[in-house]
């Protein structure tokens, strides 16, 4: 075990010099501004200081962070190493993770016969008179579940769900893992919670500088000692951002420490979903399911759920935002012709458009559906915040008759297709509240779950990479043609069409104004009776988009290289005409 953890300090050592002379020869060493934006997504906006810490303007905290720094510990344990004697060998530290798992390092538990005779021991902590809490001692279960990578350097394993005295885990609670990387940044501080030298639980607090983040670690300067390994490291909101494992010895002072090292949770979390598919047992599948569930939820098919939003989730929203794509090329919402505005919804205040975060949306209300979304999309500040859940909202700021909702998609082969799709508001500050937005009925139309949209995707990812490639802005209108012969379905009418329109500004100098048009027809025969069919997706020309709709898009038609009425059938992203 000695040469085994020499050899994790010297490789991270060796990671350390790495990363200290890539940043010696960088000339700019900034956070990204993708980075940035990921990072303050998970901020509660209730903290109205978080973003001064990150930038290392403020040390304020409010008085709740020790209380919540207090109820996270609850997960952390010791966990005594012992042989098949029951004879002591040595400690570490690991944390609930899901309601019965636990992760610490490889090398605190190498092996499932390793785990089968440790101890997991939680409340190992003295009170505020500095008197000892009783010890709760729980089995480890590696027999149920155990996953181990050494690489990586961590562990997962169950743990049995009483004990011998019938105390339930579930009383420890356990740390949710978010997935996405960007979850503490360079020069920012981290918290550990750990068991030194095997003793009382302890806490390094605040003063622990984030040195490096690269590939699968992270470095920060901190103080642990022997009995850390398997330490959860939070970042400010007392998120788990790392695994911490060994330290970086000081290569001129034999016995010294420059920092410590943790493997990023975004790296062992990737390592476990694909891992997932290897496991023959059902049983370690639903365990590994119920971590996957709360980091990656979509990873498990789970019923529609329909939530409310609190009325500040709408409050100083910003909307779909005219001048988005600079001065001089203001894009701005398409007008409703008479025969739509005396169908358009209303809300409360006499307005026709519900903004959101980063778009909007103009309802009908004979059909219950959006005559059009019009979304921003800044490709320098795109944020990949992970699907939350499958739960969908009604809009309270309009009736909800004028909505179709989960009624609607129950038991049949109906899907509900995000008009707004989904990664495109998530930008900026507001990433995680478009996200959100998008789960609107207002933003969703009915399209057979079979509905081949490989095109239509391919021409969003497309066009959605390029943006994120080359910095760009794009503005997005999307909507269904409403016809009248449309079919009738549980007292609602399924679009057989949907259209896109996508405005950027070329070269710098010129708008460009692309139509696209796709159908989902063939998929639909009477009754509701749902055939596989053909389908074809084409660049059309915008006018076209105006007489099947009713909308006008105004100067948007001198903008479109496809005026002169041709169609473009588009079969790869290289047919697109820009």
């Known amino acids: 075990m000695a040469n085994k953890i020499e050899r994790i300090e010297q490789e991270a050592l060796q990671r350390y010099l790495a990363f200290e002379e890539e940043r010696r020869v960088e000339k700019h060493a900034a956070t990204s501004k993708e980075r940035m934006m990921t990072r303050s997504s998970i901020i509660n906006h209730h903290d ?22 207090l109820d996270v510990s609850k997960a952390v344990c010791r966990i005594s190493i012992r042989n098949r004697l029951g004879q002591l060998e040595s400690y570490g530290t690991g944390f609930l993770v899901a309601p019965n798992l636990l992760l610490t390092n490889n090398h605190v538990l190498e092996t499932p016969e390793a785990a089968m005779y440790a101890v997991a021991e939680f409340n190992y902590e003295d009170n505020v008179q500095f008197l000892p809490l009783e010890i709760i001692s729980f089995r480890l279960d590696p027999e149920a579940l155990f996953i181990t990578d050494a690489a990586l350097d961590f562990t997962l394993v169950a743990v049995e769900e009483t004990n011998l005295h019938t105390i339930p885990l579930t009383a420890f609670g356990y740390l949710p893992l978010l997935p996405k990387p960007g979850k503490v940044l360079e020069g920012e501080y981290v918290t550990i919670i750990q068991h030194p ?20 670690f992270v470095h920060y300067v901190s103080d642990t000692e022997p009995g850390s390994s398997g330490s959860p490291v939070f970042n400010d ?9 060994a330290g970086v010895p000081d290569p001129n002072e034999p016995g010294q420490w420059i920092a410590n090292e943790g493997i990023r949770i975004s790296s062992i979390i990737h390592h476990l979903s694909d891992k997932r598919s290897t496991l023959k047992d059902g049983r370690s599948r ?7 569930a709360v980091v990656m939820p979509g990873s498990a098919v789970e019923p529609m759920e329909v939530g409310t939003l ?4 709408y409050a100083g929203v910003s909307g779909y935002d005219a001048a988005f794509l600079g001065t001089g090329f203001s894009v701005p919402l398409p007008i409703l012709g008479a025969a739509l505005m005396e169908d358009a919804v209303q809300t409360g205040d006499g307005k026709t458009v519900l903004d959101y975060t980063h778009f909007s949306i103009a309802m009908s209300k004979s059909r ?9 999309i800044d490709g320098n500040q795109l944020v990949d915040v992970k699907r939350s859940s499958d739960r969908w909202y009604f809009d309270p700021r309009i009736d909800k008759a004028y909505q179709i909702g ?9 899907d509900r297709g995000h008009l707004v799709r989904r990664r495109d508001p998530n930008w900026g500050i507001g990433a995680v509240k478009a996200n959100e937005h998008t789960f609107h009925f207002t933003n969703c139309s009915p399209q057979h779950k ?9 021409l969003e990812g497309y066009l959605l990479d390029n943006a994120r490639k080359s910095s760009m802005k794009v503005s997005v209108f999307t909507g269904p043609v409403f016809r009248e012969d449309d079919i009738t379905y549980r007292d609602a009418q399924i679009p057989d069409q949907f259209w896109k329109v996508e405005v950027m500004v070329k070269e710098g100098v010129s708008l460009s104004a692309t139509a696209y048009l796709q159908t989902q027809e063939d998929l639909i025969g009477g009754n509701l009776e749902f055939v596989y069919g053909q389908f074809e997706t084409y660049q059309v020309p915008i006018i076209q988009i105006e007489e099947l709709t009713g909308l006008d898009f105004g100067g948007l038609r001198k903008a479109d290289p496809l005026a002169a009425g041709r169609v473009a059938r588009i079969q790869h992203s290289e047919d697109i005409r820009l």
């Not at 609190?310 to 989730?313: G, H, L, S, V």
């Open 48 to 69: 109205n200081l978080a973003m001064e810490r990150i930038i290392n303007q403020s040390d304020l905290f409010p008085i709740a962070h020790l209380q919540a720094g």
């Open 237 to 245: 909101q007392w998120v788990v951002v790392a695994l911490h494992h």
């Open 197 to 216: 030298n095997g003793g009382p639980k302890a806490i390094t607090i605040r003063e622990n500088e984030v040195k490096f983040i690269f590939s699968d």
């Open 406 to 414: 989960p009624e609607f998609y129950r038991s049949n082969d109906i």
């Open 310 to 313: 609190e009325a500040d989730w």
């Open 450 to 458: 079979d509905f081949n949209q490989k095109t239509w995707l391919d």
């Open 286 to 292: 639903r365990l590994l399911d119920q971590l996957l």
């Open 368 to 376: 219950r559906l959006a005559f059009y979304t019009a979304v921003n």
